[in-house]
């Protein structure tokens, strides 16, 4: 088999990271053999190969959080699983490989006649989109929210999950070409950001109350959201694509009382009980299965071809996520 292994973290993620060749190993007592089916490549991802993100996994590694896969062997004791069945693999399981061995308690049976690259996204990206609108204001049918990073995986799922709750959605981006595929996708305003974005989100709304509002970029793109906002509104920030920390001026803490939030998935799972959890992926799943939620792929690699992959889902001109998907 295939592994997608580095064994130091660098400023250029594609350096850090190589095509290994292993023997594939056989499962044991309690555990389950699969084959990967398809595995994204997330701006966390990139963010765990260059050293900058929250929680990093013990050197050497397989790279990949999520993925889905097919069991091709189970080992001794393990029961409700078959050959042939479709698996959410594990968080953290070093999914961009041609294999994967994982304990069977930790793998979630799914529909074998889902599409397994929409599957395969299911685990990080669908559930930030989903909490990110549910766990801080309670925002009622008809109300606007606002996001930046829009054309992101997160935001991608946002603006269908928005319009299935019947919520609107404005939604910024960072340059003219990521405009036309969100309004192509049904966002309802899709804006480029900018130092007058509160003025342009106000004409387009009809100063329509804004309580709600997203951030992934960080830097000067946190004021410009805050700007856009009511007052008492509530600031949420999940990311720092622009690599900076992010801005916001103290007249919108002090004289707008402006609440500003952040966001780890990680950390949501660690105080959800099991049954939330099942109850978040049970939803999510038969929206995927239906046809109801999907995300643009942008390309897809091979793992012997990780570097380029990389390189890609590193890079800033993208229409949609980077896949990794060894049995195609």
């Not at 960072?174 to 309802?188: F, I, M, T």
């Amino acid at each position: 088999m295939l592994q997608a292994i580095y064994e130091h973290r660098g400023p250029v993620p594609q350096d850090v990271i190589d095509a290994v060749e292993r023997e594939t190993p056989t499962p044991g007592i309690g555990e389950v053999l699969m084959e990967v089916l398809a595995a994204p490549i997330n701006p966390s991802d990139v963010l765990t190969l260059t050293g900058e993100y929250g929680m990093l996994p013990p050197l050497p590694a397989v790279g990949g959080n999520e993925g889905v896969g097919r069991v091709v062997a189970c080992g001794e004791g393990v029961d409700g699983l078959s050959r042939g069945q479709t698996v959410l693999l594990p968080v953290g399981c070093g999914s961009w490989a041609t294999h994967v061995l994982a304990p069977a308690r930790k793998l979630v049976p799914l529909p074998d006649d889902a599409d397994p690259e929409q599957l395969a996204m299911m685990t990080v990206n669908p559930p930030t989109a989903s909490l990110l609108m549910s766990e801080f204001v309670d925002l009622q049918p008809g109300e606007w929210l606002i996001q930046n990073a829009a054309n992101s995986g997160v935001g991608g799922y946002l603006i269908t999950l928005a319009k299935l709750r019947g919520l609107k959605t404005v939604n910024v981006v960072r340059r003219e070409s990521a405009v036309a595929p969100l309004q192509e996708q049904g966002a309802d305003v899709v804006l480029v950001d900018g130092p007058d974005l509160a003025e342009r989100v106000a004409e387009v709304t009809g100063n329509a109350p804004m309580r709600l509002g997203i951030d992934a970029v960080g830097g000067a793109a946190t004021d410009h959201l805050a700007s856009a906002l009511s007052d008492d509104a509530t600031l949420v920030n999940y990311g720092m694509m622009s690599g900076e920390p992010c801005m916001v001026a103290p007249r919108h803490l002090v004289f707008r009382n402006l609440n500003v939030k952040g966001f780890w998935l990680a950390r949501w799972f660690q105080h959800a009980t099991r049954e939330q959890q099942q109850g978040l992926y049970g939803e999510l799943a038969g929206m995927i299965a239906s046809g109801q939620l999907a995300a643009r792929v942008h390309a897809r690699y091979d793992v012997a071809d990780i570097k380029q992959a990389v390189a890609e889902a590193a890079s800033g001109e993208r229409s949609g996520k980077v896949l990794v998907t060894p049995a195609g």
